[in-house]
């Protein structure tokens, strides 16, 4: 399994919550709603240690990543944790070129149409729109409309009352963490409402 898949299924889950959880029981509700990518942030209590458990209990069956990447040796103890893709709420051009020249895929954070420009020709798989909330859906179409060949991953305030206008315009992808697994869900390990959300969010893009 590869990066290929985020542009087939158009969701990367977002894992972020500071207390101690169920990996396993969470990742296996992501994967029994059909979704296959997801990031766990590096500010996540033992993050390390949380993408080194996941990678290898679900390395074969989901494309996992390491995301809120601030630095290239936060990004080198992820990679050796087994993080596959990197996503950073920032363009650091050295973070980029490293993954550009090694093709592994990078996601960086942007918001103008400068930094999404510069962000793609250092090497960006998709630019990470970020944070979306504050300009909405719309934005999005107006970078798409001379950056029509940058790919957009949609990042910050996705609901499911607005992951359709994201979609329809223009965004490429979106990556959603709270907005579509509850913490308290986590926290009381109730995974089939995290399945189920996961699912509706699914129908809406298909719909689309």
């Not at 996941?54 to 944790?81: H, P, Q, W, Y």
């Not at 959300?197 to 699914?202: H, N």
Request: net charge neutral; hydrophobic share 45%; aromatic share 10%.
């Amino acid at each position: 399994m590869d990066i290929s898949i985020l542009d087939e299924q158009r969701i990367l889950i977002i894992i972020r919550h500071n207390k101690p959880f169920d990996l396993e029981g969470l990742f296996q509700a992501v994967l029994e709603s059909g979704l296959n990518t997801i990031e766990i942030t590096l500010n996540t209590p033992q993050a390390l240690e949380l993408i080194e458990k996941a990678c290898r209990t679900f390395g074969d069956k989901m494309f996992i990543g390491a995301g809120t990447v601030l630095s290239l040796n936060a990004l080198e103890k992820a990679r050796d944790a087994g993080a596959r893709f990197f996503v950073s709420p920032v363009f650091d051009s050295d973070i980029v070129e490293y993954c550009s020249k090694r093709k592994i895929p990078i996601f960086p954070g942007a918001l103008t149409p400068t930094e999404v420009y510069h962000a793609y020709k250092a090497g960006a798989y998709m630019v990470k729109l970020f944070p979306a909330s504050v300009f909405g859906p719309s934005y999005i179409k107006s970078i798409k409309a001379p950056l029509s060949g940058i790919k957009i991953l949609a990042v910050g305030g996705i609901q499911s009352s607005n992951l359709k206008e994201y979609i329809s315009n223009g965004a490429d992808a979106v990556a959603i963490g709270s907005g579509i697994i509850k913490p308290n869900w986590i926290d009381s390990k109730n995974f089939q409402a995290i399945t189920d959300s996961i699912i509706t969010f699914q129908s809406s893009i298909r719909s689309s």
